[in-house]
């Protein structure tokens, strides 16, 4: 079980470092917002599986499994990609 945590960690590492360096130009072009709200769906996901891996429970697995869905429904808003049909493929009512 040590080894799969610590795979774990090993992605949350990688998305950390990832974060950072994204980061450090989005501070740049004022997008720093869009850039951690597309992570944290990532993020909450990777969190959920570290703690279920753990000893920590199935409550606080289940908290960020939830918390994964908004971070998801707020980015995919945030790219016009919900609420909307596709560009080229409108669909009209006979």
Same mark, same amino acid.
């Given at each position: 079980?040590?080894?799969?945590? =610590?795979?774990?960690?090993?992605?949350?590492?990688?998305?950390?470092?990832?974060?950072?360096?994204?980061?450090?130009?989005?501070? %740049?072009?004022?997008?720093?917002?869009?850039?951690?709200?597309?992570?944290?769906?990532?993020?909450?996901?990777?969190?959920?599986?570290?703690?279920?891996? +753990?000893? %920590?429970?199935?409550?606080?697995?289940?908290?960020?499994?939830?918390?994964?869905?908004?971070? %998801?429904?707020?980015?995919?808003?945030? =790219?016009?990609?919900? +609420?909307?049909?596709?560009?080229? =493929?409108?669909?009209?009512?006979?």
């Amino acid at each position: 079980m040590i080894t799969e945590i =610590r795979a774990v960690d090993l992605v949350l590492l990688v998305l950390t470092l990832e974060a950072l360096v994204l980061g450090w130009r989005a501070l %740049h072009e004022a997008r720093l917002g869009e850039l951690l709200l597309a992570l944290a769906p990532g993020v909450c996901l990777v969190l959920a599986l570290r703690v279920s891996l +753990g000893a %920590h429970g199935w409550p606080l697995a289940a908290f960020f499994l939830l918390a994964a869905l908004p971070c %998801h429904l707020a980015d995919l808003i945030r =790219r016009g990609l919900l +609420g909307r049909a596709p560009q080229g =493929r409108e669909t009209h009512a006979a």
